[in-house]
């Protein structure tokens, strides 16, 4: 199911903002539009080519709330994101009717926003838990390490028929973990859910039948899981891990850079 088909760029940003800076904007800029003709979207590319901002930007235009979050949560502990939402307008398709935009690293920030509502309603008479605690799963998630928190969330939150935005998921999950999230991602999917991922991780973009956009210095290209830098990357290291470290490790005399093919 796609809820989300395209974000628009309805108006110019000011010339002297430093969002043009990135590769990602300028590319928005000259485009004025980024489909999603997938139900399951990726990001990747090197940091510094705007995967992020562009994604909060999306998932703020969207409703949702800066730091992550449903489209209920108003927190805000720093107020750190970009102004390039005030530029875009989400074309939607249909409504989604549940919705959860993730980021790594205010995932923290989103559980302690959690607790801190829970306690507001913790005198409510004949239960032992609030029910936003049992949407969650039932425990704490501060009471759970990262990994084991952030597939709580999707597990027990992620309710389906659902717009999903996740911002390096990856980053607290092992590799196992990872293959675990696939799963759910899967299930949510053939649940009617969409989602836009943006991550690192070779294991999760091999999602079958994902969109995939390459971000790099020259802007945004849709390619195949084999022709995205991290599997290329990931399969030659895996092929000759010994090679890559006696480069890395200043051997050069007795290894060619194996950084290219």
């Not at 597990?155 to 998921?169: K, M």
């Not at 836009?196 to 991780?201: K, N, P």
């Not at 999602?207 to 399969?235: C, D, K, M, N």
Request: charged letters at 20%; proline letters at 6%.
């Amino acid at each position: 199911m796609i809820y989300l088909n395209k974000i628009l760029l309805h108006r110019p940003l000011p010339e002297e903002s430093y969002l043009h800076t990135l590769p990602a904007v300028r590319w928005l800029s000259q485009t004025g539009a980024l489909t999603f003709p997938a139900p399951v979207t990726f990001f990747v590319g090197e940091n510094g080519t705007g995967k992020s901002t562009l994604l909060e930007a999306i998932a703020v235009a969207c409703g949702f709330n800066a730091e992550g979050g449903s489209k209920n949560f108003s927190f805000s502990t720093f107020r750190s994101h970009s102004p390039l939402h005030e530029s875009l307008t989400p074309s939607r398709l249909r409504r989604e009717r549940d919705g959860f935009f993730l980021r790594a690293e205010s995932f923290y920030n989103v559980a302690t926003n959690i607790e801190e509502m829970d306690r507001e309603i913790a005198d409510v008479p004949y239960i032992s838990a609030s029910p936003l605690v049992y949407s969650y799963g039932g425990v704490s998630l501060h009471g759970q390490s990262h990994g084991e928190s952030f597939l709580s969330l999707v597990q027990n939150r992620f309710g389906g028929q659902g717009l999903y935005l996740l911002d390096e998921p990856e980053s607290a999950l092992s590799p196992t973990r990872q293959l675990a999230l696939l799963a759910e991602i899967h299930r949510l999917v053939q649940a009617d859910s969409q989602f836009l991922i943006a991550t690192h991780s070779p294991i999760l973009m091999a999602y079958p039948g994902a969109h995939i956009w390459q971000f790099s210095e020259t802007g945004l290209e849709a390619v195949s899981y084999e022709e995205t830098e991290h599997y290329q990357l990931t399969r030659r290291f895996l092929e000759n891990p010994q090679r890559y470290l006696a480069y890395l490790f200043q051997e050069k005399e007795e290894s060619s850079c194996p950084f290219v093919n």
